[in-house]
């Protein structure tokens, strides 16, 4: 049995269909996120999840019952949000217990639970606290506390990092990480930045338009991606997309003089003539001669630090390499890409679809 069914999800504003047929089908235990940029729908999905929102046809269905028409309270959910809207007024042992005392849980039994969340959020110091004494990092700890105890089927987060600067969101990030290895618990998990897509799921739902384009493992987003927008979304910097065309079973890259062979393994076989995007990640790259190569021309070198970032031109059509920090490059001189076969991915230019 399914932990969390969404079976075949609409929902209508007006005459705009927001989501259009969303199905996704969670087993126990499972950490899904839905990626996708603003306005694609995923907050819309999971408020329906949470019976915040009425989707307009389709069923959702919690621990194997439908829960449409089900009070938020009674779903065995629980929800983070991005603003944790924590009591003021109240402490950080009430905050943390409120929805237990809402539901008449005894004294003794309440603060267990509180206790017991704390130990496992490191926040057991901060418990007779009011929020306004709290860092950003530690009232988010007391929002995820405040769902933990109540031991829901499924957690439901909205962005809960986006109001933490960098650093601490990444702290936070591998605390959740921490946290849902340890208590294997079911969750969905909306974000629209690709590194928490990648580090947290199990399985990443990537989603557009009130569509879900891809859905599958981190590791099969990013190493086969389905589509052409999936294959830009994930990745920074994002994957190069270079114009092609096939010529006698082989691919003649637009506006240069390079010819690449066609990769193995393609679902689809293309036609001669036919237009193509071929993809291949700035991390692929490696400077030096090889089988496989395009020569290009360096325009910029950015050391970031852990890398150097080459912007370069193949002909006319643009490339971006990361290379190790320590490559001795001069601008305006040519260079020469090398990459494996395994590196490619091939998509139709019109449909934007993986061969
Ligand atoms: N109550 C509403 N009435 C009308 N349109 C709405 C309503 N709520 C959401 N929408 C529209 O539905 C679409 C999806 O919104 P949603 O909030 O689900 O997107 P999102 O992917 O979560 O975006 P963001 O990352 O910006 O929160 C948007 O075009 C939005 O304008």
């Given at each position: ?255 240069s003089d390079t010819?690449l ?19 291949i990640?700035?991390?692929?790259f490696r400077l030096g001669s090889s089988e496989l190569m395009i020569p290009a021309k360096c ?11 080459v912007?370069a031109f193949a002909?006319?059509?643009?490339i971006?390499a990361?290379l190790?920090?320590?490559t001795?490059l001069?601008?305006?001189r040519p260079l020469t890409l090398s990459f ?16």
């Open positions: 049995m399914s932990a969390l069914e969404i079976v075949n999800i609409r929902k209508t504003y007006g005459d705009v269909e927001t989501l259009k047929g969303i199905e996704i089908a969670l087993e126990s235990g499972e950490f899904l996120v839905l990626l996708g940029s603003s306005g694609c729908g995923k907050s819309t999905l999971l408020n329906i999840i949470a019976g915040l929102a009425e989707a307009t046809s389709g069923d959702v269905r919690i621990g194997g019952r439908s829960v449409l028409g089900v009070h938020p309270k009674d779903r065995d959910i629980a929800m983070v949000f991005q603003s944790y809207a924590l009591y003021p007024n109240l402490t950080v042992h009430r905050n943390i217990g409120f929805g237990l005392e809402m539901r008449k849980v005894p004294a003794a039994e309440r603060d267990q639970a509180v206790r017991e969340a704390a130990k496992l959020l490191q926040i057991e110091n901060l418990l007779e606290r009011k929020p306004s004494q709290l860092s950003g990092g530690q009232r988010q700890r007391v929002a995820i506390g405040r769902a933990l105890v109540r031991k829901p089927e499924v957690f439901l987060f909205d962005e809960p990092l986006s109001n933490l600067d960098a650093k601490l969101r990444m702290e936070m990030r591998t605390e959740l990480k921490r946290l849902h290895q340890m208590l294997k618990t079911t969750v969905v998990y909306v974000t629209h930045d690709q590194i928490e897509a990648m580090t947290l799921a199990t399985r990443i739902a990537v989603m557009r338009d009130g569509r879900i384009e891809q859905l599958g493992t981190p590791s099969e987003i990013y190493d086969r991606p389905a589509t052409l927008y999936v294959a830009t979304f994930v990745g920074a910097p994002p994957m190069n997309l270079l114009n092609v065309r096939v010529h006698g079973g082989q691919l003649q890259i637009d506006g010819v062979p066609l990769p193995d393994g393609l679902e689809t076989r293309p036609k001669d003539r036919q237009k193509l995007i071929i993809g990640r700035p991390e692929a325009e910029v070198a950015e050391l970031t630090g852990p890398e150097l970032v912007t002909g006319t059509q643009r971006m990361s190790p920090p320590r001795a001069e601008n305006g494996d076969r395994e590196a490619i991915h091939l998509f139709d230019a019109e449909s934007g679809l993986r061969l």
